[in-house]
């Protein structure tokens, strides 16, 4: 049964950084793009950065400029580097696993929480 394990997540003011990393127990999912999602509570989940096993990246566009998306395919580790943060990236922050037959892996979600 895959684990993705997340880490990362908390309370940093505006302006601030956290760095989001998520590790895959299986070995597909070196195989697989993988990603972050977030999701405000009431409203639907959505994207937030993709990065393929080539390392072709994906952003919203309300991210694009302030994160990164990084993968280790040694380690089937994803991160995410969020800089610049502002109260609307406040979210839960759920790491994914796109295999290549389709099928989704999900995270149990980070809290992400940007306030003075």
């Known amino acids: 049964q895959v684990q993705l394990v997340e880490s990362g997540g908390g309370l940093v003011q505006p302006g601030g950084s956290l760095r989001l990393s998520c590790a895959c127990s299986?070995?597909?999912?070196?195989?697989?793009?993988m990603g972050w999602y977030r999701q405000v509570l009431g409203k639907q989940r959505e994207l937030v950065a993709i990065?393929?096993?080539?390392?072709?990246?994906n952003y919203a566009n309300s991210v694009k400029g302030r994160f990164t998306i990084s993968r280790d395919n040694a380690t089937n580790t994803v991160s995410l580097q969020m800089n610049s943060l502002k109260p609307e990236d406040t979210a839960v922050y759920y790491c994914?696993?796109?295999?290549?037959?389709?099928?989704?892996?999900w995270g149990k979600g980070t809290l992400v929480t940007v306030s003075s």
């Open positions: 994914n696993v796109n295999r290549p037959d389709g099928r989704d892996y």
């Open positions: 299986l070995i597909i999912c070196s195989l697989s793009a």
């Open positions: 990065i393929t096993t080539g390392g072709n990246t």
